[in-house]
């Protein structure tokens, strides 16, 4: 009873999804951008002590998904069960995302959610017959209008997004009458301005809906994979509105009030910007028919390329994450999507820029920084962090520095600009080593007075802390590093407790680490890597 005073939960939730994947082929390191995403925010909201739910899973009816069982012999069920098996499933501990949940749009809790909601719907009136005639593009599995196509050789018309060509598609189906909700939705991105984000993706769904809607068709009788419409046994649901109804009946829409109570409306819709217009348009107008609150933020992320190109599988341009995590690991590989690329903006990956930013940010900056920590505490003080002395002022400008760095981040994650966060962080391991070359605790170790040693660990205390809170910080984008680090400060034999239980906010404290915390150097945090393989 979430409502009920004096019961109401102290515990913020934060409910993040990414889109749900086609099982038409294997993962591209395309649809582990949002993924991976997701997870830092997820993460990151978990290590702010709120009530995360992450969601991921699959999409697996429709027509696409279909022809890909067909062109491999095998029935759509088959197909989709061996695509999640042996790859939506798997690629999730390759990227090391920490999902919650998995829903498969294929399992009952969803199917019937699915009938029970457009039952609903159609009982309220804003469902009718009729006959769409369109061209329509089956790898979006959508009907396209004649404006948006583009010409291709010898006067085919192509879908704009894929650049092959499109059907033209004559059924009779059953339609959402999703014109009627134009005004609503406009009233809804006036009102609530961060409800499609960022601004420019904000700026064409308004545009886009002020063109006026038309409405949805919304099953399929040519064929029968997908959701049976409960009211006509001839028509499925169209795969879109049956998918989009994910993220609600994995919150227990229908059949678990409470939770769904406490985690709905969603915190925020990842999505690619090729999806942007379902997510902001058509989901929110379905919500609105069934009385059921929107969510409060989808936000379109850019387009990954390679080289400058389109992934694509006909090309072979199309990159597994595998093939990057098993070279350069998995925390290498987040940080480098994250941190590189302006979240909302398109991308280029390509193997010298990753192989560059693994030098540079990684084993020269934050792995160097830490081992240098390590040994020089180890050679100086037998691996025991010392007592710091008073702090001097470049101790003072580290620990405001901190301060500032979580406070960036933090803001930088409540509006979804990750890539700010990261390199917040980032900068200050900058700052830290900066910190190392100005005061050169190596010279000053030179010194073997009182005074020279009170120095000395003044330093190394004020690195080792730094790092502390680089481990806290670092542990949503780079968990295994950041839990390597965690090890070799010694932080939870210094009784802080284990990694995971650490909060960002007190990554902004100074002076957690307690001087006796036993420091070992390990290995590498991130390692050469030898170019040939
Ligand atoms: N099944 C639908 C989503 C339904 S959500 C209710 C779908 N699936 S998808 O597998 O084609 O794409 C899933 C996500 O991967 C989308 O957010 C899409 O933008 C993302 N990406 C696929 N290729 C991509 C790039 N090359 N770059 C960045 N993201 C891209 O759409």
Redesign the pocket.
């Given at each position: 009873m979430p409502n009920q005073p004096g019961r109401v939960s102290a515990v913020t939730t934060f409910y993040v999804t990414?889109?749900?994947?086609?099982v038409?082929a294997p993962p591209?390191?395309?649809?582990a951008?949002?993924t991976v995403a997701a997870d830092v925010l997820a993460r990151w909201h978990r290590q702010r002590g709120e009530d995360v739910l992450f969601l991921t899973g699959t999409?697996e009816h429709g027509q696409k998904v279909l022809e890909a069982a067909a062109e491999h012999g095998v029935s759509a069920q088959e197909w989709a069960d061996r695509l999640v098996q042996q790859e939506w499933r798997p690629v999730l501990a390759v990227v090391d995302a920490s999902n919650d949940d998995f829903i498969r749009t294929t399992e009952s809790r969803h199917t019937k959610r699915v009938q029970e909601f457009w039952q609903d719907v159609y009982d309220a009136g804003d469902v009718y017959e009729g006959i769409y005639e369109g061209p329509y593009c089956i790898a979006c599995?959508e009907f396209k209008l004649p404006g948006e196509l583009i010409d291709g050789e010898g006067g085919a018309k192509l879908c704009p997004i894929h650049e092959r060509p499109v059907e033209i598609l004559s059924e009779t189906n059953y339609f959402f009458a999703l014109s009627k909700y134009a005004d609503r939705l406009l009233a809804l991105y006036e009102s609530e301005p961060t409800f499609v984000q960022p601004e420019s993706a904000r700026n064409e769904v308004i545009s886009f809906v002020k063109q006026g809607l038309q409405d949805l068709s919304i099953s399929r009788s040519s064929f029968d994979w997908g959701v049976p419409v409960p009211w006509d046994d001839k028509h499925v649901f169209y795969?879109?509105i049956d998918?989009?109804l994910?993220?609600i009946t994995a919150a227990g829409y229908g059949t678990d009030p409470d939770t769904f109570a406490r985690v709905w409306p969603a915190d925020v819709h990842?999505?690619?910007?090729?999806?942007l217009r379902?997510?902001a348009v058509i989901?929110p107008a379905m919500l609105m028919a069934a009385g059921v609150e929107v969510p409060r933020r989808v936000f379109a992320?850019?387009?990954?390329?390679v080289g400058g190109q389109?992934?694509s599988k006909s090309k072979a341009t199309a990159i597994h994450p595998s093939e990057i995590v098993d070279h350069f690991g998995s925390d290498a590989y987040r940080y480098y999507f994250m941190k590189t690329i302006g979240f909302g903006s398109d991308g280029s990956f390509s193997w010298e820029h990753l192989s560059a930013i693994y030098a540079s940010d990684l084993a020269n900056g934050l792995g160097n920084l830490a081992s240098r920590v390590t040994a020089m505490v180890g050679r100086y003080f037998d691996g025991v962090l010392p007592e710091p002395g008073e702090a001097g002022t470049a101790e003072q400008a580290l620990a405001e520095a901190l301060a500032r760095t979580v406070a960036v981040a933090n803001e930088a994650i409540d509006r979804v600009a990750i890539h700010e966060a990261v390199t917040a962080v980032t900068d200050f391991v900058g700052a830290v080593n900066g910190y190392l070359a100005d005061e050169e605790p190596w010279q000053v170790a030179k010194d073997t007075s009182a005074t020279g040693r009170r120095r000395l660990g003044t330093i190394l205390y004020a690195a080792a802390e730094s790092l502390r809170a680089i481990a806290v910080l670092h542990a949503a984008v780079m968990p295994r590093t950041a839990a390597s680090l965690w090890d070799s400060l010694g932080a939870e034999g210094a009784g802080l407790g284990s990694l995971v239980d650490q909060r960002i906010a007190d990554a902004a404290r100074w002076g957690v680490l307690s001087a006796g915390a036993v420091l070992t150097k390990g290995a590498a945090l991130f390692p050469r890597l030898d170019d040939a393989s």
């Amino acid at each position: 009873m979430p409502n009920q005073p004096g019961r109401v939960s102290a515990v913020t939730t934060f409910y993040v999804t990414t889109p749900i994947y086609y099982v038409t082929a294997p993962p591209s390191i395309g649809n582990a951008y949002t993924t991976v995403a997701a997870d830092v925010l997820a993460r990151w909201h978990r290590q702010r002590g709120e009530d995360v739910l992450f969601l991921t899973g699959t999409d697996e009816h429709g027509q696409k998904v279909l022809e890909a069982a067909a062109e491999h012999g095998v029935s759509a069920q088959e197909w989709a069960d061996r695509l999640v098996q042996q790859e939506w499933r798997p690629v999730l501990a390759v990227v090391d995302a920490s999902n919650d949940d998995f829903i498969r749009t294929t399992e009952s809790r969803h199917t019937k959610r699915v009938q029970e909601f457009w039952q609903d719907v159609y009982d309220a009136g804003d469902v009718y017959e009729g006959i769409y005639e369109g061209p329509y593009c089956i790898a979006c599995e959508e009907f396209k209008l004649p404006g948006e196509l583009i010409d291709g050789e010898g006067g085919a018309k192509l879908c704009p997004i894929h650049e092959r060509p499109v059907e033209i598609l004559s059924e009779t189906n059953y339609f959402f009458a999703l014109s009627k909700y134009a005004d609503r939705l406009l009233a809804l991105y006036e009102s609530e301005p961060t409800f499609v984000q960022p601004e420019s993706a904000r700026n064409e769904v308004i545009s886009f809906v002020k063109q006026g809607l038309q409405d949805l068709s919304i099953s399929r009788s040519s064929f029968d994979w997908g959701v049976p419409v409960p009211w006509d046994d001839k028509h499925v649901f169209y795969v879109w509105i049956d998918a989009l109804l994910n993220y609600i009946t994995a919150a227990g829409y229908g059949t678990d009030p409470d939770t769904f109570a406490r985690v709905w409306p969603a915190d925020v819709h990842l999505v690619g910007k090729d999806i942007l217009r379902f997510h902001a348009v058509i989901w929110p107008a379905m919500l609105m028919a069934a009385g059921v609150e929107v969510p409060r933020r989808v936000f379109a992320h850019g387009w990954l390329q390679v080289g400058g190109q389109k992934m694509s599988k006909s090309k072979a341009t199309a990159i597994h994450p595998s093939e990057i995590v098993d070279h350069f690991g998995s925390d290498a590989y987040r940080y480098y999507f994250m941190k590189t690329i302006g979240f909302g903006s398109d991308g280029s990956f390509s193997w010298e820029h990753l192989s560059a930013i693994y030098a540079s940010d990684l084993a020269n900056g934050l792995g160097n920084l830490a081992s240098r920590v390590t040994a020089m505490v180890g050679r100086y003080f037998d691996g025991v962090l010392p007592e710091p002395g008073e702090a001097g002022t470049a101790e003072q400008a580290l620990a405001e520095a901190l301060a500032r760095t979580v406070a960036v981040a933090n803001e930088a994650i409540d509006r979804v600009a990750i890539h700010e966060a990261v390199t917040a962080v980032t900068d200050f391991v900058g700052a830290v080593n900066g910190y190392l070359a100005d005061e050169e605790p190596w010279q000053v170790a030179k010194d073997t007075s009182a005074t020279g040693r009170r120095r000395l660990g003044t330093i190394l205390y004020a690195a080792a802390e730094s790092l502390r809170a680089i481990a806290v910080l670092h542990a949503a984008v780079m968990p295994r590093t950041a839990a390597s680090l965690w090890d070799s400060l010694g932080a939870e034999g210094a009784g802080l407790g284990s990694l995971v239980d650490q909060r960002i906010a007190d990554a902004a404290r100074w002076g957690v680490l307690s001087a006796g915390a036993v420091l070992t150097k390990g290995a590498a945090l991130f390692p050469r890597l030898d170019d040939a393989s």
